[in-house]
């Protein structure tokens, strides 16, 4: 008798619980439904599926509370909680992102609040650290983030196929591993970091994207900058309109012009001897009638 039973794909990851102060959730709780053969990679950086690696084109579900400032932790393990994180060969960076939930990922929403590259004093990827802490990446939300509901989106960028672009054979390219959790952030923020959309972040023809594991070179981390709290872009003043007094305007004073001099205002006055002295003939004139 044969049996279908779906096997997770060996060395691969996704999300499986959140930590909340300290305290592990239960499996799967705030956590998007991933798609049926959950911790299989996203190959392709144009999919929408890059948002959160779910078969569902809404992302909802239950929210945990959060406040803005604090820590929390995303857990992410190759089939369940109790697996390990991910191969060892699976070498690369590991981000994280945030969203207002009711976008549903789409467009630009995405702010970039984590990013661990790779170390080449001391030869360490991202993903060493990850599996050094058995699957655990400790995030801080940023404290001055507008409140409301978000999707949190951690991901893993193996590279160990990296050194070939997308599409040249059937395993080359960057494998992503997203995966998404909801939370509520709780505060009094007003900032709105500068966004970006998934996809769109990344091409395949990426420094950061196309890499190779095996050359001695720099590595430059793919995608926006990390945003940092108290960062965001001030929004415009506009100075309040005050109004104008009705009883005030004055009529400008005249300037005088250069080398003319200057008038004399004309008074006139009355002279009471000169009409006295009128007065005086009148009389006259009618006493000689």
């Known amino acids: 008798m044969l049996v279908n039973v779906v096997v997770p794909v060996l060395g691969h990851t996704y999300m499986t619980n959140l930590s909340i102060d300290g305290t592990k959730l239960a499996e799967n709780k705030c956590i998007v439904k991933p798609w049926s053969n959950e911790n299989f990679p996203e190959v392709d950086a144009t999919k929408d599926t890059m948002r959160c690696r779910s078969a569902s084109t809404t992302l909802n579900g ?8 604090s820590t929390i932790s995303v857990h992410m393990h190759e089939s369940g909680p109790d697996d390990r994180p991910i191969s060892e060969s699976h070498r690369g960076p590991v981000l994280a992102y945030m969203a207002l939930a009711d976008t549903n990922g789409e467009g630009e929403v995405w702010f970039k609040i984590f990013e661990d590259g790779y170390d080449s004093s001391s030869n360490v990827w991202g993903v060493d650290t990850f599996i050094k802490n058995n699957g655990k990446i400790d995030l801080v939300i940023p404290a001055d983030i507008v409140p409301g509901n978000y999707l949190v989106r951690s991901e893993i960028i193996a590279l160990h ?3 070939r672009v997308y599409g040249a054979d059937k395993d080359s390219g960057a494998q992503f ?32 994207v196309l890499y190779d594991l095996w050359d001695d070179k720099p590595y430059v981390i793919p995608g926006p900058p990390v945003y940092v709290a ?7 003043k506009v100075p309040p309109v005050q109004s104008q007094p009705t009883s005030s305007v004055q009529e400008p004073t005249p300037t005088p012009t250069p080398g003319l001099p200057k008038s004399k205002p004309c008074v006139r006055k009355r002279s009471n001897g000169r009409r006295n002295k009128v007065h005086a003939r009148r009389i006259k004139a009618h006493q000689e009638m």
């Open 62 to 69: 239950e929210f945990c509370t959060v406040a803005a400032g």
């Open 161 to 163: 196929e990296g050194n």
């Open 177 to 208: 591993y997203p995966s998404c959790a909801l939370i509520t952030v709780t505060g009094t923020g007003t900032a709105t970091p500068k966004m970006y959309a998934i996809p769109g972040i990344y091409d395949k023809n990426d420094p950061g």
């Open 230 to 236: 108290g960062k965001a872009p001030a929004a415009a």
